[in-house]
């Protein structure tokens, strides 16, 4: 019989010290996600940094083609729209890998995948709509000094040359927050992502 009570005491024993060890690989766990998740919410800030300036390079480039400064300002409204809403599908607050559960972290990041693949497949193509207009409004533009229409066709192969660069970023920057957000869902255990 003082067997069977040691026998019990050992495995209260293991089965506490199971238990602190999966307190503290779930906060380590946390803790990597944490990290993981870091990059998407300096994106956003920067996103928010490089908006006036942004506004500023494109306000210089409808000066200098002599076009309607609406384009310069239509930018900047659809990028802060942009930005705006790249809040609620890039960024994740730290708060949410200390007080969430798996399970609700886990839904989080699948539910911001999908937002962020409406996202960019709404924005992307309104992007190269204002960058059609804005080439159109370059290649039509009439300066008083200019004797050709040179320098008005260099900025429209510019500006096709930037729009295939900035789109190219921009898949390149969705692929990985997806792939960010696929690794921190994979790092869950499996007993919590039914």
Known sequence: MEELNILKQEMAELKRNLDKEQIVNEKLLRTVMRQKASWLNKFVTAEFIMLP????????????????????????????IDVVIDMRTFRISPKVFSTCTMLEVRRLLVKQKKERFIHMFIALPLAIVWLIFMLSAIANASDPLATDHALNLAGVIGGVIGGIIGAIIVFVIYRKAQRTNDFIISDIPDDVKS
Do not use: R
């Not at 300036?53 to 802060?80: K, N, P, R």
């Open 53 to 80: 300036i942004l506004y500023l390079m494109f306000a210089g480039i409808c000066a200098f083609f002599h076009v309607s400064q609406w384009y310069a300002v239509t930018l900047l409204v659809l990028s802060l």
